[in-house]
Every structure is written in C-alpha cells, then in structure tokens.
C-alpha cells in the first residue's frame, strides 16, 4: 500500500531539510576583539571531499586564519580542517590554502579596501549554508592596538553594567 505523501518536506523533527543543512562549524572568536569590522560578506569556498566530511563532522580551526590575494584569487592561510581518517590515502594537507570564491565586482572593492586604505580580510565564521555548501563569511577589518581594545572592553563593560542598572529601575 502507498503512503501518502509528507506535507510540506519535512522530516519528523519538524525540521526542512534546508534547517537541517544550516550548521555552524567554526567561529573566530578573537576577530571581533582584535579587529574592528567595517564590512562584511559570505563566500564560497573550494575545498576536497575529505574536507567536506571534515568540516561535517565539525572539525575546523580559523582563530588564526586570513585572506589575501595571490594571482588574482582571493587565498584563505592558516585555517586548519583536520585529516579525516577514513579517507585514508586520499586525505588533504590540513593547513593548505584554501580559495575563496567571490564575484568580479566584490573582488576588486575587496582588493581597492586593501591596498588603498590598509584594511585586512578576517574569515568569522564557517558554516554550511542553506543548501548545504560550505560558506565563509569574510570580513574587511582594520586591526586595533592594545590600547584600542582595552577602551572597546570598558565601553562594553559599561554599557553593560547601564543596562542592569536601568533595569533594577524601572
């Protein structure tokens, strides 16, 4: 006997199958405190099929990673995908460059950002996106000094203790 069809394509979490795919497999954390993010933007990313089992099982460092241009391509250095065992003879170089794929006119308003006014490329996260590709969301960031980010904390610090104290208010 046939069953009838499920409605809407999802599965019995209540999930779709586009939620399903959408995972968070690593964050740069230190970005944020290190940097101060003027824009940012997701990119693709070519990577090998043990990568992709890598990346999906959550394996994957970029705290100390950046981009930068090398022959006329945007170049991820010093993110880390661990080797994924089973793959055994096929396996990649866990710390190999990575190219990211970006679009012509993105590209070159990277590129003018960085040579002109001395901005760097930070990746902040990587995830899988909605249809179940691997995504960068890449950042153009200017560096901040010591003194610069001990002001950023006690700003943040102090925004934070106004909050507590207006809420113990009103």
């Known amino acids: 006997m046939a ?8 599965n019995p979490k209540g999930k779709t199958r586009r939620q399903l795919a959408q995972k968070m497999v690593a964050e740069n954390r230190q970005a944020r405190r290190n940097y101060e993010i003027v824009d940012s933007l997701e990119v693709g990313i070519v990577l090998t099929g043990s990568e992709v089992k890598s990346l999906r099982e959550g394996r994957a460092n970029i705290a100390e990673a950046y981009a930068r241009e090398e022959d006329g391509q945007i170049v991820m250095v010093n993110a880390t995908i661990p080797t994924y065992p089973p793959a055994g003879q096929f396996n990649h170089d866990p710390g190999r460059k990575r190219i990211l794929l970006v679009k012509k006119r993105e590209y070159n308003r990277l590129m003018g950002a960085v040579n002109r006014e001395g901005r760097t490329l930070v990746p902040l996260e990587l995830y899988f996106g909605p249809t179940g590709v691997a995504k960068i969301k890449l950042a153009l960031a200017t560096g ?8 950023v904390e006690k700003k943040r610090d102090w925004d934070r203790q106004k909050g507590r104290i207006l809420r113990a208010r009103g």
């Open 3 to 10: 069953q009838p069809p499920k409605s809407g394509g999802q």
């Open 144 to 151: 901040r000094k010591a003194p610069d980010k001990r002001d």
